[in-house]
C-alpha cells in the first residue's frame, strides 16, 4: 500500500509564492511517474506537472514558467514552487504517484487528499 501526503496550501494574494510537498510512503518498489494535479470548483481535475520515468517533467501550459516541480528520489518527496500565482491558480492540489513491481507490473495511480490553495486578488 502506498500512501501520499501533500502539505504546504494555504492562502496567498495574487503574485505572492507557496510551495507544496508531497510524501510517499510505503511499499515502493520503483516509481514509474509521479506528479501534480489540481481541481478548482466545478471544474475536472487537471494535470499541473508530472515527472516521468524516462526523468522528463512536463508541465501544463497554463502554469510553465511560474511553477517548478522537482523531486528527492531518496526521500520519496516531490515539490512544488509556485511562483507568481494567480486567482485561477485557486483549487485542491493532489499528488499522483503510479509504481512498477518488480515483475513489470504497474500499481496506482495512488492520490493524496490534497491541499487547498487559494489566491485572493
Known amino acids: 500500500q502506498v500512501q501520499l501526503v501533500e502539505s504546504g496550501g494555504g492562502l496567498v494574494q495574487a503574485g505572492g509564492s507557496l510551495k507544496l510537498s508531497c510524501a510517499a510512503s510505503g511499499s515502493i518498489f520503483r516509481i514509474n511517474a509521479m506528479g501534480w494535479y489540481r481541481q478548482a470548483p466545478g471544474k475536472e481535475r487537471e494535470l499541473v506537472a508530472v515527472?516521468?520515468?524516462?526523468?522528463?517533467?512536463n508541465y501544463a501550459d497554463s502554469v510553465k514558467d511560474r511553477f517548478t516541480s522537482s523531486r528527492d528520489n531518496a526521500k520519496n518527496t516531490m515539490y512544488l514552487q509556485m511562483n507568481s500565482l494567480k486567482p485561477e491558480d485557486t483549487g485542491v492540489y493532489y499528488c499522483n504517484l503510479a509504481a512498477l513491481t518488480p515483475w513489470g507490473g504497474r500499481l496506482g495511480p495512488y492520490w493524496g487528499q490534497g491541499t487547498q490553495v487559494t489566491v485572493s486578488s
Open positions: 515527472h516521468r520515468n524516462d526523468g522528463s517533467t
